[in-house]
């Protein structure tokens, strides 16, 4: 059984994996670690301390990316122009709502996503109350299931332990591709008249 301090610790942990925005490792992988680990601890106390501290450390992500990377490093016609799609997502909020669910119910890596939203300066809850609820879901899942992962993928990377790590990072540049891609897409243009083209140049340098 874990103790306060071991769920203390946890919470920190994880905390810390979902603030740093790139190339850290998935938090099922380490909560299906303790859950293997720690057989006879309840699995829903760890999913429900990771799912906490995994939506805590988004949601400082999230600030970061608005504070440093908007209010820095975007030029204003940049940042107008995502505010296209922050206008979109508010008029959606039951589709907002519904994506972030849909996506938390999975064990793809949410940085990218959290990052791009941080962008938008949207209020952190629309993304944070579903997040949480599928993280929930899914983290008890996994250390529900954490034996029998473990040992198959104990198994998978004996065999293919020198390519884990090349695709491990080949997945996380081209996730931060597409967040560098999301703010060149001009969803102004997109939106009023419902074709592709990349924001011109002009509106990408910061004054």
């Not at 908007?70 to 016609?77: C, N």
């Not at 899914?138 to 884990?164: G, I, K, M, R």
Request: proline letters at 5%; aromatic letters at 16%.
């Amino acid at each position: 059984m874990l103790g306060m301090v071991e769920l203390a610790t946890l919470f920190a942990i994880v905390f810390a994996l979902n603030v740093i925005p790139a190339f850290s490792p998935p938090t099922w992988m380490a909560l299906s670690w303790v859950g293997f680990n720690h057989p006879y601890s309840n699995p829903f106390v760890v999913a429900l301390i990771g799912a906490c501290a995994a939506t805590c450390g988004r949601l400082v992500l999230a600030k970061m990316s608005c504070v440093i990377v908007r209010r820095r490093f975007l030029s204003e016609a940049m940042r107008d122009n995502i505010d296209v799609i922050k206008g979109q997502l508010e008029r959606h909020r039951t589709l907002t709502f519904g994506a972030f669910l849909v996506y938390a119910f999975s064990p793809l890596p949410s940085n990218y996503l959290f990052i791009a939203y941080g962008l938008t300066s949207l209020p952190l809850a629309l993304a944070a109350v579903p997040f949480f609820i599928g993280r929930c879901v899914s983290y008890s899942f996994f250390v529900f299931t954490a034996s029998e992962v473990s040992q198959h993928l104990a198994l998978e990377l004996a065999e293919a332990q020198s390519y884990f790590g090349i695709y491990f990072v080949i997945s996380q540049l081209l996730l931060l591709a597409l967040v560098f891609l999301f703010t060149r897409v001009d969803w102004r243009y997109l939106v009023a008249v419902r074709r592709f083209r990349w924001l011109r140049r002009a509106a990408i340098v910061r004054p």
